[in-house]
């Protein structure tokens, strides 16, 4: 486990050391959506009954920002290595590929669930939350930074520069999670938006975690939960058989 240790250590480190931009600039940004969005429409939608517009949109963003940091760390971390030569150190020593996702994974948690606590601690202050299910909120957390950060890892073995990272992320990462009902319910939309939005992972991650707080949600957590669950375990073996190959990591 030393190994494991080491790693998860020094991924922790590498972001942490900038946390100015890796945790301080994200919680910025959520705050502007939040007030905004928040103070655009607060006065004109009420998605579930008795829940302020400003309340619903807070689980979302704080969900929001755990996603994409958590996809960002391992995604930017592996490129930059690749890129700057320095994996080499990571590939010399004997560790296994579980090892090596465990310990990339489990660091993008930490930085997803950072930056999302740091959103919910500047944002709370701006609406009436509840914690109905809390424990709900803690698993849904956890699964879906799980599930970004395995999504990170396997961009950033493919992408061999910076550029091609972008891509993955605008072109996928970033649409998938504004139209997964972080501003709005999915049962605003049109019934064939409604079926479209069913099959965009990300949003069983945001409908999950906000019935945590409200109790109320587009879908019933329970297969929220199992989605989110096949997709991480179908991600997973993925990842780690990339790993297990060396694919685009031993040249």
């Known amino acids: 486990?030393?190994?494991?240790?080491?790693?998860?250590?020094?991924?922790?480190?590498?972001?942490?050391?900038?946390?100015?931009?890796?945790?301080?600039?994200?919680?910025?940004?959520?705050?502007?959506?939040?007030?905004?969005?928040?103070?655009?429409?607060?006065?004109?939608?009420?998605?579930?009954?008795?829940?302020?517009?400003?309340?619903?949109?807070?689980?979302?963003?704080?969900?929001?920002?755990?996603?994409?940091?958590?996809?960002?760390?391992t995604s930017s971390s592996l490129t930059q290595s690749k890129m700057t030569g320095n994996l080499v150190f990571v590939l010399l020593p004997p560790l296994s590929h579980w090892e090596w996702y465990g310990g990339y994974v489990l660091a993008s948690v930490v930085r997803g669930v950072a930056v999302g606590f740091g959103v919910f601690v500047i944002t709370a202050w701006f609406g009436n939350l509840s914690f109905v299910a809390p424990w709900w909120i803690v698993i849904f957390a956890f699964l879906g930074a799980a599930l970004l950060g395995t999504m990170g890892l396997i961009a950033g073995i493919w992408a061999d520069k910076f550029d091609q990272l972008a891509v993955f992320q605008?072109?996928?990462?970033?649409?998938?999670?504004?139209?997964?009902?972080?501003?709005?319910?999915?049962?605003?939309?049109?019934?064939?938006?409604?079926?479209?939005?069913?099959?965009?992972?990300?949003?069983?991650?945001?409908?999950?975690?906000?019935?945590?707080?409200?109790?109320?949600?587009?879908?019933?957590?329970l297969i929220s939960l199992a989605v989110i669950c096949i997709s991480l375990a179908l991600l997973s073996t993925l990842a780690v058989q990339m790993l297990k190959r060396g694919y685009k990591l031993r040249h």
Request: hydrophobic letters at 50%; aromatic letters at 20%.
């Open 1 to 73: 486990m030393v190994g494991f240790q080491t790693l998860f250590y020094k991924e922790v480190l590498r972001f942490w050391k900038v946390a100015t931009q890796t945790v301080g600039a994200p919680i910025l940004t959520a705050l502007l959506y939040l007030l905004i969005f928040g103070h655009t429409l607060k006065d004109h939608v009420e998605v579930y009954p008795g829940v302020q517009y400003t309340a619903f949109l807070i689980p979302g963003l704080v969900m929001m920002s755990v996603l994409q940091n958590a996809f960002a760390n």
């Open 170 to 221: 605008n072109f996928l990462i970033m649409p998938l999670t504004f139209l997964a009902g972080v501003f709005y319910s999915i049962k605003s939309l049109p019934p064939f938006w409604q079926a479209v939005s069913h099959l965009n992972p990300f949003f069983y991650m945001i409908d999950g975690f906000r019935y945590g707080f409200f109790g109320q949600s587009d879908i019933n957590p």
